[in-house]
């Protein structure tokens, strides 16, 4: 069973820099659009960067443009998310998704990222 890891969130001041990652096990990305989301405490999940299969386009949520970054490297089977000048606001569980053999819908468990000083 296909399923997706999240890994390097943690607790940073205001302006830091963190990379998340996520690894997908028991399937191939490749064929894949990919998305990182995010929910902050008593707010509704939101998208946050999509990256095609190709990696040749992205999107980004206005509250994150310029600041975040999202790349993959596909024989490693991993989607990045590189977040800079991060905000208390950025504080949020962010999530790894992507929908596979067309409506089959995989999420990460999650990893956490506390932005405060």
């Avoid at 980004?60 to 600041?67: E, I, L, P, Q």
Wanted: a positive charge; hydrophobic letters at 30%.
């Amino acid at each position: 069973q296909g399923q997706l890891v999240e890994s390097g969130g943690g607790l940073v001041q205001p302006g830091a820099s963190l990379r998340l990652s996520c690894t997908a096990s028991g399937f191939n990305f490749r064929p894949y659009g990919v998305s990182w989301y995010r929910q902050a405490p008593g707010k509704e999940r939101e998208m946050v960067a999509t990256i095609t299969r190709s990696s040749d386009k992205t999107n980004y949520a206005d509250s994150v443009k310029g600041r975040f970054t999202i790349t993959r490297d596909n024989p490693k089977n991993t989607v990045y998310l590189q977040m800079n000048s991060l905000k208390p606001e950025d504080t949020a569980v962010y999530y790894c998704h992507t929908v596979i053999f067309t409506h089959i819908e995989v999420w990460g468990q999650g990893t956490l990222v506390t932005v405060s000083s």
